[in-house]
């Protein structure tokens, strides 16, 4: 394919039909936007396991009061139960997350996982100012949902094949057309 080829995209959204044309790069800087957050979470997790033990709990029960989300991060900060299993669980998922979207594999999953990870990390990070509305985790949120959107992982990842495994004399993306929703 050469570089004046385009690839079209579309879809409805609220009753409008949006359409799009891109640039046969696209497909280049999708896999490296998806090589880049995934490189990003991977480092974050693997920070949290080299200065081990991790410990959420300071974060947590610091949170901004204006955050809407202060009351109950500090209720979960106060739980000792509640804490171990944090702060085993955002490393670990961290790192699975950054793994999974560098090789391509499980990409909607892991990106939806990074989002809602980065949302809640942006909701505790909150001061009520209007000029702060825009900060790095709400980007980072969006970043992985695009990379979830156009389905990165089928451009040089793992689930191009993953999806074309077959099962049944099926390939198992038709085979069970709900993995495209984890897939991709």
Known sequence: MSTTDTNEFGGEFGGVTLLGKAHSLSALFIVL???????????????????????????????????PVSGIYAAMASNAALMEFVNVVVPVTQLLIGLALIAGAFVRLAALGGAMQMMLFYLGGWSGEALALFDSTLVYAVVFLTVAAFGAGRVLGLDAYVEQIQVGGQALIEKFPALRYVLG
């Open 33 to 67: 936007l998806r090589a880049t957050i995934g490189g990003m979470i991977l480092f974050a997790g693997l920070g949290k396991v080299s200065e081990w033990p991790f410990d959420a709990a300071g974060y947590l029960a610091n949170i901004n009061p204006a955050s």
